[in-house]
């Protein structure tokens, strides 16, 4: 009886334990780039938070949430967004699209943006969709599409040649309208859109909207519009909400986060924004996963905000004043990494910029053959021998696409002034080894 017993284990045991959705989606390169940072680096601008304090009002929101009279804070609140936070978030935003929004129908709060995209995915896509996907992208757009069993299908934002002597932008990175429209088909379901986009800092034209918009309303396609990096845009250049042009507003989920808005990325506070016949579905989604996120965190989100809406445009306003700042930073990045000859590109938006590291293959030679990309090894080697952590680009890249630009490193800007000058100490020590060995 013992031995029947041992069998029939075993033979259970033998059976995958992983529901075949996983099939495909087990590595992460923030798993493993973050854990690399942890032991070796000495000046991390990898994976893309601040090192610096969240706002003081904000702060204070969250200690007044926490300590204040209503202790009703520390339980649960509405599932899908906390009424406070909701409501801002339809005045504050209605105004900035120019259409009256409703707090509970057109208004989802979720854990961080990333669970707004994890709601979308499984809600709008069905077994067999096409959803494209703008290279470089968001790494974990592709593994959620396949987990709600759809299929990616990718379209690069192609590199035109800088003009003479220039440093390259983000804006040379662009679509080929021809190569865009050719992508989609009776089976595309829906088109993520990523502007301020991550990783290169690139912020779509109106035109490049508008070019994107056509398509999706001409083959009657959805749009997630990932948007956390809305106020993080540079010399004058305006940030266009997809949502706001002609016929988009009834495809289009927009998602944002406190995470980025407010240099609270612990926070994991995020939104979706959209016409109801969609955000029910998300609903739906969020109701049988998450169902709820933390109140205290929503409720000082909904504070900052208030103050923002006050403020809204005028000098003191946190949404004028981080832009202000992190354009000066990644000023300071982009002079020391033009000094040592790792060519940046300068980006228009976000905290990242994207880096040439053509000059420095002699450092890290190539090994013919190998699976990993070289600019995997290449950032690697580089926290490994030099204390600097920063993320291949190959990483926002789909498996097949991974070679095609793979002499590039993307470095986190939201740093300290202290923390870029020890970055820029070590380029500065490496440059010169390099010319004196
Ligand atoms: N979208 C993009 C483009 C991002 O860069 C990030 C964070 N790195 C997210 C979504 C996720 O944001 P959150 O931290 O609010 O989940």
Redesign the pocket.
């Known amino acids: 009886r013992t031995h029947f017993l041992s069998l029939s284990l075993q033979a259970k045991m033998s059976r995958p334990v992983q529901a075949r959705r996983l099939e495909g989606t087990d590595k992460n390169i923030w798993v493993e780039f973050v854990k690399l940072a942890a032991t070796y680096s000495k000046v991390n601008l990898g994976q893309?938070f601040p090192d610096f304090p969240p706002p003081d009002f904000l702060k204070e929101s969250f200690v007044r949430a926490l300590s204040g009279e209503n202790y009703m804070l520390h339980q649960y609140t509405r599932a899908f967004g906390h009424p406070p936070l909701v409501k801002i978030l339809a005045q504050f935003f209605g105004k900035l699209l120019g259409r009256d929004l409703d707090p509970m129908t057109n208004v989802m709060v979720t854990v961080?943006?990333?669970q707004a995209?994890f709601c979308c995915f499984q809600a709008l896509v069905d077994e067999g969709d096409e959803v494209i996907i703008i290279e470089p992208f968001?790494d974990c757009y592709e593994p959620m599409v396949k987990m709600a069993g759809g299929t990616p299908v990718f379209v690069p934002l192609r590199l035109k040649a800088p003009k003479d002597g220039k440093l390259m932008s983000s804006a040379d990175w662009q679509l080929d309208p021809a190569e865009l429209a050719s992508k989609f088909s009776e089976r595309t379901k829906a088109i993520v859109l990523?502007s301020p986009n991550?990783p290169l800092g690139k912020v779509f034209s109106r035109e490049e909207l508008e070019l994107i918009a056509d398509l999706c309303v001409k083959h009657d396609v959805l749009c997630i519009s990932?948007e956390?990096y809305e106020w993080l845009v540079y010399d004058g250049k305006e940030h266009i909400r997809i949502a706001s042009l002609r016929g988009m507003w009834d495809r289009t989920v927009t998602i944002g986060?406190a995470?980025?808005t407010f240099s609270a990325?612990g926070w994991?506070v995020?939104w979706t924004m959209g016409p109801n016949r969609l955000l029910q579905h998300l609903r739906t989604v969020h109701q049988n996963s998450v169902y709820h996120c933390a109140t205290i965190a929503q409720e000082a989100v909904a504070q900052g905000f208030q103050r923002e809406l006050e403020l809204y445009g005028k000098p003191d306003s946190y949404f004028v004043q981080l832009p202000k700042e992190l354009q000066q930073k990644r000023d300071w990045l982009v002079q020391s990494l033009d000094a040592v000859g790792m060519k940046p590109i300068i980006p228009e938006g976000t905290y990242f910029l994207v880096a040439d590291i053509s000059k420095f293959k002699s450092d890290v030679p190539d090994v013919p053959d190998s699976d990993e990309p070289y600019d995997s090894r290449f950032a690697k080697w580089m926290v490994k021998n030099k204390g600097l952590a920063a993320i291949p680009l190959s990483a926002f890249y789909s498996g097949a696409h991974k070679n095609n630009y793979n002499h590039f490193i993307r470095f986190c800007f939201a740093k300290e002034e202290a923390t870029l000058k020890a970055a820029n100490d070590i380029l500065q020590k490496w440059k010169r080894e390099k010319t004196s060995p």
């Open positions: 893309g961080g943006a990333y995209l968001f990523n991550n990932d956390v986060s995470g980025k990325t994991k995020g």
